[in-house]
């Protein structure tokens, strides 16, 4: 006799349960589900944009509207199961002159928005064969959806003071991903209460004060910003609190007591690559157009291009003090890209002396960017007064 499970048959309760059950095997460490409502930060929302804390990521903005309703994202949606998923690895690495750290999230072998969708749609897999003609969609970080809000509303955290949700046991290491149908589903007690008390730490330890006040991030100050998503110069007054930063930034999420004890992941595809962990700053400056592209096509750190990541890279050596990276810089002073041009001026300004100030003027000659001009001159001048002193 065949035996068919007739899994249609399965009601909100149990399928929210055979939800969570599957979530669990497929890795994710934490899974709620919340109504398809608007989300309580959204007028914190609006307000962060029109304080302009956004700065170029006008992607965010451009969608404000369709924050207003999960609706933006799927029509007649009702339920949206949000899941999070742990990526704490190894231990932050130790830093050495020359070397750079890059944020904990993208160590790993893989970009993790390809993991995580390959694992949503397995679970989204599960909705279609027990309520058919149902309607799902997978979303991670892509989407006009507030994550956070939900993951709180779904009851897997609160919104730290470092405006990261944090579990309990978990931390905050942890990628969100959500999971929205039109199905209804059984709904998850929010999270109500915040267990930050009167630490600071995280607003302690900002090094570009980038929290003008608790729970609010001023994007354009932060360094994951700084070195991921802006396109132009790094403001000047900003690099030396990069310190040796060179993709990314874990300051406000090492120093949170919660993330203490934060457990283990098991996914190997987090687990740290040798060259990232930490990466050369020295190696990095000699890369290619082609050899970018090999390496990091497929990784967060393709996010910045050459020119974004290179960029950074003169600027951690900058900040490094290490004279060896001078040759290295010097002749990134001839790059194509004038974004790295200026950010290597800028780091040989720090490092150099006489010899490098000469090439430097024969170099402002022929330039023809002005606000690379403007760097290879405030370089020069930095030089002259560190000879003069
Ligand atoms: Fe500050 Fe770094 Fe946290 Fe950004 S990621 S807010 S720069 S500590
Ligand atoms: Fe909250 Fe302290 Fe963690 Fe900041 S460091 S998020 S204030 S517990």
Known sequence: MQHTVSIALMNDAELSSAIKSEARRLGFELSGIAPAVSPDGLSAFHEW???????????????????????????????????????????TPASEPGSARVSRYAWGSVDYHDLIRKKLQQLADVMHQQRPGCRTR????????????FARLAGLGWFG?????????AGSWLFLAALLTDQTLQYDEPHETS????????LDACPTDAFPEPYVLDARRCISYLTIELRGPIPAELRPGMGDWLFGCDICQDVCPWNNKAPRSDEPAFDPVPDLY?????????????????????????????????????IVLGNSGDTRALP????????KEPLIRGAAAWAIGRLGGPQEAACMRARLEHEEIAHVAAELSAAIRAIEAKSNQ
């Open 49 to 91: 944009l029109n304080r302009g804390y956004d700065g170029e990521m006008t992607y965010i903005g451009g969608r404000e509207a369709a924050y207003a309703h999960p609706s933006g994202v799927l029509e007649s949606v009702r339920s949206i199961v949000m899941l999070a998923i742990n990526y704490r690895t190894a231990d």
């Open 138 to 149: 997978c979303v991670v970080d892509t989407a006009p959806l507030l994550e956070r809000d």
């Open 161 to 169: 003071k470092n405006t990261m949700l944090i579990n309990k046991r």
């Open 195 to 202: 267990h930050c008390g009167t630490c600071t730490r995280c």
């Open 278 to 314: 930490p990466a050369d700053a020295i190696a990095l400056l000699g890369l290619s157009d082609d050899e970018f592209r090999e390496r990091f096509r497929h990784t967060p750190l393709w996010r910045p291009k050459r020119a974004g990541l290179l960029r950074n890279a003169a």
């Open 328 to 335: 290295a810089l010097t002749l990134r002073l001839d790059d």
